[in-house]
Nanobody, 126 residues
């Protein structure tokens, strides 16, 4: 069982930045595809971005493209989501998710991931 721990959420004004981190407990991360999702109150969980185990391929949702960047440092066993130019509509609980994949596949829906973190709240004030 892989336990994922997110950190870095908080309250920020519109136009500001935050960096979220996701790390597994007791595992190396390099063989896992990692995705970030978010869920606002009353809405379905929404895909944000994902990255292959090597970090060689990434994909970012159109709603955040150009503002959010996913990256990873396998030496630190951590995946990041850098969020810039934040908007009030980015307010949500952000979750990281992971699944084993030794290749170059990416996954975009929640049910394709096997492990989830507890979520971290991001609130953007106008």
């Amino acid at each position: 069982q892989v336990q994922l721990v997110e950190s870095g959420g908080g309250l920020v004004q519109a136009g500001g930045s935050l960096r979220l981190s996701c790390s597994p407990s007791g595992r190396t991360f390099s063989s896992y595809v990692v995705g970030w999702f978010r869920q606002a109150p009353g809405k379905e969980r929404e895909f944000v971005a994902c990255i292959t185990g090597s970090g060689g391929r990434t994909y970012t949702a159109d709603s955040v493209k150009g503002r959010f960047t996913i990256s990873r440092d396998n030496a630190k066993n951590t995946v990041y989501l850098q969020m810039n130019s934040l908007k009030p509509e980015d307010t949500a609980v952000y979750y990281c998710a992971a699944r084993v994949d030794y290749g170059y596949s990416l996954y975009y829906t929640p049910n394709e991931y096997h492990y989830w973190g507890q979520g971290t709240q991001v609130t953007v004030s106008s």
